[in-house]
């Protein structure tokens, strides 16, 4: 029997314990896109408690308690740091196979030096001694960040954003760490939202452009381009249902534009061809930049009313939507490629059935001379466990090219998350590693093997992404 979480934890042969250790555990971390706050990054928070650390927004931790039947109180609700902690402890000693059981035990070693595992019967000597660890003046966020060896972050931001706290972390010489923006107009796309014309208004006071029309919409957006550009953001996001691909004629969107600021609803249609013109949009002056385009889709949010309207979003409500217009998704990438105009893709679903379909996809518009030009993002959301990992390397290796892939991400609003770049790169080396082991590939090119996992790991995504680093 093999000893809990060792230095071993994942690698289940020598090939795999060498492609790790010798190749991708010393690699640098670059965090490509994830929700945390650059405020925080600039006034260098330091937590009091490792409750602020891991609970304070953590969704997925949230979701698990729910399952144990937990009361609100402790989730969200107004129980202290330690009943929440404590609580959590009781719900994590049974979530077996849960991937939350690994990354928790992976931050309580690598951030806080406790390698046993939490129970219910030590959780309030774990509270303790992680809090006195929060006491040093090693542990403020940008410590974390550091002590994480990550070289580049990019933050979350809106269109309206001032970007302030990105100029204040990038005029302050003694944090090395690159921050950048990464451009996500998700209130402009949603057209059927209630709080669509109030943001067109702020879009309005803050791009200097009277957005009365699709066409001044779309002049609005490449004023915040140009600035979002000028503070050295490459990378987009966009969360979409899934990926539509509805033509309208210019008059048609306009109309429909015209209808909405008016205050009347839209009909599904009139929605999902004002998204597809909007998207449209968006993926030309993407490339006209050079910058990536990055589509997260496949997901139904906010599914129970009451608790939205009283926690808002991103508060672990959210599902797996099966819906998926295969089709739809070619259309639109053949839209944009027909006219010159399809940027470097990353595509997410969070439908895990998806992994073939997005595969097979984005083979029809891979060219020279880019290195997986479309590719799949990373296991997203639900599917970032160990099972949905090997799954989506498993798939991009048999219908990709698996050595061009950009690796992990966080999508995390928490600072100790960067762990889960190492699970993952455990689970990577693993799945290279049972090749070898099994003899399906050849024991001499572990040093291909090892490139590659170097290349996955970090390089890749210095390359695909343009940034301003070194390869290592």
Same mark, same amino acid.
């Given at each position: 029997?093999?000893?809990?979480?060792?230095?071993?934890?994942?690698?289940?042969?020598?090939?795999?314990?060498?492609?790790?250790?010798?190749?991708?555990?010393?690699?640098?971390?670059?965090?490509?896109?994830?929700?945390?706050?650059?405020?925080?990054?600039?006034?260098?928070?330091?937590?009091?408690?490792?409750?602020?650390?891991?609970?304070?927004?953590?969704?997925?931790?949230?979701?698990?308690?729910?399952?144990?039947?937990?009361?609100?109180?402790?989730?969200?609700?107004?129980?202290?740091?330690?009943?929440?902690?404590?609580?959590?402890?009781?719900?994590?000693?049974?979530?077996?196979?849960?991937?939350?059981?690994?990354?928790?035990?992976?931050?309580?070693?690598? *951030?806080?030096?406790?390698?046993?595992?939490?129970?219910?019967?030590?959780?309030?000597?774990?509270?303790?001694?992680?809090?006195?660890?929060?006491?040093?003046?090693?542990?403020?966020?940008?410590?974390?960040?550091?002590?994480?060896?990550?070289?580049?972050?990019?933050?979350?931001?809106?269109?309206?954003?001032?970007?302030?706290?990105?100029?204040?972390?990038?005029?302050?010489?003694?944090?090395?760490?690159?921050?950048?923006?990464?451009?996500?107009?998700?209130?402009?796309?949603?057209?059927?939202?209630?709080?669509?014309?109030?943001?067109?208004?702020?879009?309005?006071?803050?791009?200097?452009?009277?957005?009365?029309?699709?066409?001044?919409?779309?002049?609005?957006?490449?004023?915040?381009?140009?600035?979002?550009?000028?503070?050295?953001?490459?990378?987009?996001?966009?969360?979409?249902?899934?990926?539509?691909?509805?033509?309208?004629?210019?008059?048609?969107?306009?109309?429909?534009?015209?209808?909405?600021?008016?205050?009347?609803?839209?009909?599904?249609?009139?929605?999902?061809?004002?998204?597809?013109?909007?998207?449209?949009?968006?993926?030309?002056?993407?490339?006209? =930049?050079?910058?990536?385009?990055?589509?997260?889709?496949?997901?139904?949010?906010?599914?129970?009313?009451?608790?939205?309207?009283?926690?808002?979003?991103?508060?672990?409500?959210?599902?797996?939507?099966?819906?998926?217009?295969?089709?739809?998704?070619?259309?639109?990438?053949?839209?944009?490629?027909?006219?010159?105009?399809?940027?470097?893709?990353?595509? *997410?679903?969070?439908?895990?059935?998806?992994?073939?379909?997005?595969?097979?996809?984005?083979?029809?518009?891979?060219?020279?001379?880019?290195?997986?030009?479309?590719?799949?993002?990373?296991?997203?959301?639900?599917?970032?466990?160990?099972?949905?990992?090997?799954?989506?390397? =498993?798939?991009?290796?048999?219908?990709?090219?698996?050595?061009?892939?950009?690796?992990?991400?966080?999508?995390?609003?928490?600072?100790?998350?960067?762990? =889960?770049?190492?699970?993952?790169?455990?689970?990577?080396?693993?799945?290279?590693?049972?090749?070898?082991?099994?003899?399906?590939?050849?024991?001499?090119?572990?040093?291909?093997?090892?490139?590659?996992?170097?290349?996955?790991?970090?390089?890749?995504?210095?390359?695909?992404?343009?940034?301003?680093?070194?390869?290592?």
């Amino acid at each position: 029997m093999r000893k809990f979480m060792d230095e071993d934890f994942l690698l289940q042969n020598e090939p795999a314990k060498k492609l790790y250790h010798d190749f991708s555990e010393k690699m640098p971390i670059l965090d490509y896109h994830c929700h945390i706050s650059p405020r925080e990054i600039a006034e260098d928070r330091h937590f009091e408690t490792i409750t602020q650390v891991w609970l304070g927004g953590d969704h997925y931790k949230w979701r698990l308690m729910r399952s144990f039947g937990i009361d609100e109180k402790y989730i969200t609700g107004n129980a202290s740091d330690e009943e929440k902690f404590v609580t959590f402890a009781k719900c994590l000693e049974k979530a077996v196979g849960h991937p939350l059981y690994h990354w928790a035990h992976l931050e309580l070693k690598k *951030y806080f030096g406790y390698d046993k595992p939490l129970t219910a019967g030590n959780a309030k000597e774990v509270y303790d001694h992680c809090n006195k660890v929060l006491q040093s003046p090693d542990m403020s966020v940008r410590k974390l960040i550091k002590m994480s060896n990550v070289t580049l972050i990019c933050t979350t931001d809106d269109p309206v954003d001032t970007l302030e706290w990105h100029d204040k972390i990038r005029e302050d010489a003694s944090f090395d760490v690159k921050v950048l923006p990464a451009w996500r107009p998700d209130k402009a796309k949603n057209i059927t939202k209630p709080e669509f014309v109030s943001y067109i208004d702020t879009l309005s006071e803050v791009s200097g452009v009277k957005v009365d029309s699709f066409a001044s919409l779309k002049e609005a957006l490449k004023v915040r381009l140009d600035f979002f550009g000028s503070k050295g953001c490459t990378v987009t996001d966009h969360a979409l249902e899934y990926v539509m691909y509805h033509p309208a004629t210019e008059e048609e969107v306009e109309a429909i534009f015209a209808k909405r600021l008016s205050g009347k609803e839209l009909s599904k249609e009139e929605d999902l061809k004002y998204q597809t013109a909007f998207m449209l949009f968006e993926g030309e002056e993407i490339a006209k =930049r050079g910058w990536v385009m990055q589509l997260h889709f496949g997901c139904k949010r906010d599914n129970n009313t009451p608790k939205f309207e009283k926690l808002g979003p991103d508060t672990g409500y959210d599902t797996i939507d099966a819906y998926y217009p295969m089709g739809e998704m070619a259309d639109f990438l053949n839209a944009l490629h027909s006219k010159n105009a399809l940027p470097k893709t990353i595509l *997410y679903s969070l439908n895990p059935n998806d992994n073939k379909i997005i595969n097979t996809t984005l083979g029809c518009f891979c060219e020279a001379p880019f290195i997986a030009k479309v590719q799949q993002g990373s296991a997203w959301w639900f599917n970032d466990s160990k099972f949905g990992m090997e799954e989506q390397l =498993r798939c991009v290796a048999e219908s990709s090219n698996l050595s061009g892939f950009v690796g992990m991400l966080t999508d995390s609003r928490s600072f100790t998350s960067y762990t =889960r770049h190492e699970y993952f790169r455990r689970i990577l080396c693993n799945y290279l590693g049972t090749l070898v082991e099994n003899g399906e590939y050849p024991e001499e090119g572990l040093d291909v093997l090892g490139q590659i996992v170097s290349d996955i790991s970090y390089n890749n995504a210095v390359r695909y992404f343009d940034f301003p680093l070194e390869v290592r």
